[in-house]
């Protein structure tokens, strides 16, 4: 069982960025993979980032590659998504994701509006 919450959202402009943190409820070094989504409205989920817990390097979906990075700080339980140069077009609800033995669990999302 793990908890995870979400935090970091807002309102940015175009250009602008943002950094999103993803709390877990246990020692995110046990969980064997972390990551984002994201859905806007009208569109499905869809996978943002993802790291597991022996890599050193995070994937992405290509919408978003060398925009935003992914990363974690075991000490503090939290896998974080660095956002950067900001398009409208990823406005959304952003959703922390943690798979452990092919279960997953969900965040209660965080918003993201990118607008001028």
């Known amino acids: 069982q793990v908890q995870l919450v979400e935090s970091g959202g807002g309102l940015v402009q175009p250009g602008g960025s943002l950094r999103l943190s993803c709390e877990a409820s246990?020692?995110?070094?046990?969980?064997?993979?972390m990551g984002w989504y994201r859905q806007a409205p009208g569109k499905e989920r869809e996978l943002v980032a993802a790291i597991n817990r022996v890599s050193t390097s995070g994937k992405y979906a290509d919408s978003v590659k060398g925009r935003f990075t992914i990363s974690r700080d075991i000490t503090k339980n939290t896998v974080y998504l660095q956002m950067n140069s900001l398009k409208p077009e990823d406005t959304a609800v952003y959703y922390c994701?943690?798979?452990?033995?092919?279960?997953?669990?969900w965040g209660k999302g965080t918003q993201v509006t990118v607008s001028s």
């Open positions: 994701n943690a798979n452990q033995n092919n279960v997953n669990y």
């Open positions: 246990r020692n995110i070094f046990s969980i064997n993979v």
